[in-house]
């Protein structure tokens, strides 16, 4: 069965320094892949999605981006965190997306000081 | 892009009652739509999704109905217990081309009071 791993599950960073979230799958080949971030009591809005290795989507302009060095790792990262980007983290995998549902890993609660 | 609207934002009803979670879509071509149950501080887990070629779909206590004409859909959870309580989000996306996303409405706090 497929499974997909997020880490860290929290993490507390100062303003101006640097990010790094992984999440990874496994039991599957080739899934979309999908960071979401959650800011507190709001909705799942959609950072960066990925179709294949390399191929990296971006939703909203901000000081993050992403990176997919292999089939099944999705990166988030980050040079210089600001307060704004605290929040809920979640990656996501799909396999036929318009077809088949998102699953989210565990998340990861970013609070940034 | 799609869009998608969910009402209401905060819904409370006693233990036993029914709830309805309605969302409204923008583009018609969208084909799919999941709900997610969010309880608090954890992932969203799917709990129940309808394909546009089918108007009603239920599982045990839970059934979401879709009207393509109006594109709206709706959540019903019917004897609600407790361990109902959480957020719910409705989503639509569209399937093949070059979307690859789904559209999230902004959730529903379902308090199920006993």
């Known amino acids: 069965s497929q499974t997909i791993h997020q880490w860290p599950a929290t993490l507390v960073q100062p303003v101006g320094s640097p990010l790094s979230l992984e999440c990874t799958v496994e039991?599957?080949?080739?899934?979309?892949l999908y960071w979401y971030r959650q800011a507190a009591g709001r909705g799942l809005q959609l950072l960066f999605y990925s179709v294949g290795i390399g191929q990296i989507s971006s939703e909203v302009p901000q000081n993050l981006s992403a990176s997919r060095p292999q089939d099944r790792q999705f990166i988030l990262s980050s040079k210089k965190l600001l307060l704004s980007d605290s929040g809920f983290y979640l990656c996501?995998?799909?396999?036929?997306?318009?077809?088949?549902?998102?699953?989210f890993g565990n998340g990861t609660r970013l609070t940034v000081t | 892009g799609e869009n998608v609207e969910q009402h209401p934002s905060t819904l409370s009803v006693q233990e036993g009652d029914s709830a309805v979670i309605k969302c409204t879509y923008s583009d018609s071509a969208s084909n799919y739509f999941p709900w997610y149950k969010q309880e608090l501080g954890k992932r969203p887990q799917l709990i129940i999704d309808?394909?546009?070629?089918?108007g009603e779909k239920k599982d045990q206590r839970i059934a979401v109905t879709l009207n393509k004409t109006a594109k709206h859909f709706s959540l019903h959870i019917t004897e609600t217990q407790p361990e109902d309580s959480a957020v719910y989000f409705c989503?639509?996306?569209?399937?093949?081309?070059?979307?690859?996303?789904?559209?999230f409405g902004k959730g529903t706090l379902l308090t199920v009071n006993p």
């Open positions: 309808i394909r546009s070629n089918v």
């Open positions: 989503a639509a996306t569209l399937s093949g081309g070059s979307n690859y996303k789904l559209t």
């Open positions: 996501a995998w799909s396999v036929r997306v318009g077809r088949s549902p998102l699953h």
């Open positions: 039991g599957t080949s080739n899934p979309n």
